[in-house]
């Protein structure tokens, strides 16, 4: 099977290593891709988000299986474009991308589907003053302000200062975009990534991820800084019952809507006392949970995605997994969030443990840093306590001057702090 997978951060580079050890693979091609894929895939460039330069790719490469990574372009239309020239594709249409694309639909289908959730309230820019004034005024304590444009995960604020929810709310105004001001969901949270298949949903292993720049979940949200998986403190049936209240009935609202979904759902879910509500959807593999969940998966993983996108998941055997835990942790450059610093030489990745997010090489061949998360490491054993010691023990190896990560990735896990 001829492969090419859309995409360039840490989860592409999870994909690619995935699909390599699957025996049904032959060949991987990725787009555009980072400076640590080259020894899984060749590398081609090109604009990801332009569906007929995509198609075209696709089709003089003569793949068998477009994988799309990143929600952009799913969101443009790009599954669309390679479905009409019968490429097969992994990845929802453009139409059942709204389910991340757009707040207001993903609310709409939830209601119909009967799905608990935050109560939401929209601002488009431009609304006057007196408006987002009472409309703050209808939220709180803790103020939860969402860019409603596309922001993989990256523009919400979580905050019980007023003045920095205001603050948000006029900086995603002046970017153009509409704000969603959401009533905050208390719980433990919970990333369950689902394959979709028009109605028939297989669950990954449930993971969590640590959005806060800093320990403690302090600073500023980021697009994540690390992950685990599985959960030792979800309920026995906590899956199960995110598939059945959750999942399942999201996705056969899409069928009935004529938007039938196929590819990744991804449910961001908060665990409250009455079990699961939804924090928010994703039209795609979650970043960088999916660099945890996809370490300890055990089914081959073309062949698995190859069914997602041939409709013929439902005939697959249950997935297998290895024992034990995973857990990623990201190393971010210099200022991320606010303006990571880019070009500084990094030393020590060579590791199979080491996933690329933002990586180039400079014009002397040295590896560099090239985007706000730059690496990612993995660690996986029997507890989690081993999963931790594995992948800091490699973190301790690399050198990014100015570089930071969080040292309690699944810490309070291992310390029992968290309960439901
Ligand atoms: N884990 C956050 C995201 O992928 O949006």
Known sequence: MRILVIGSGAREHALLLGLSQDPAVSDLHVVPGNAGMADLATLHKGTVTDPAEMT???????????????????????????????????????????????????????????VKTAHAEALSPGAPNDDIEATLDRFGPTWVVKDDGLAGGKGVVVTPDRDAARAHVDAVHAAGNPVLLETFLDGPEVSLFCLVDGETVVPLLP?????????????????????????????????????????????????????????????????????????????????????????????????????VAEGTLAEQPPLEWEDGYALTVVLAAQNYPDSPRTGDVITGAENPAVLHAGTARNANGELVSAGGRVLNVIGTGPTLTDARDAAYAVLGTISLDGSHYRSDIALPAVEGRISV
């Not at 019968?86 to 389910?99: H, L, S």
Request: overall charge negative.
């Open 56 to 114: 075209q790719l696709a089709t003089s490469l003569d793949v068998d299986l477009v994988v799309i990574g990143p929600e952009i372009p799913l969101v443009a239309g790009v599954a669309d474009a390679l479905r009409e020239k019968g490429i097969k594709v992994f990845g929802p249409n453009k139409d059942a991308a709204r389910i991340e694309g757009s707040k207001a639909f993903a609310k709409d289908v939830m209601a119909a589907a009967g």
């Open 207 to 307: 993971a969590q991820d640590h959005k806060r720049v800093g320990n403690n979940d302090e600073g500023p949200n980021t697009g994540g800084m690390g992950a685990y998986t599985p959960l030792p403190w979800l309920p026995e049936d906590g899956v199960q019952r995110i598939v059945d209240e959750v999942c399942v009935p999201v996705a056969k609202e899409m069928v009935a809507r004529g938007c039938s979904y196929s590819g990744l759902l991804y449910a961001g879910l908060a665990w409250g006392q009455d079990g699961p509500a939804v924090v928010e959807f994703n039209c795609r593999f979650g970043d960088p949970e999916t660099q945890a969940v996809l370490a300890l998966l055990k089914t081959p993983l073309g062949q698995l995605l190859a069914s």
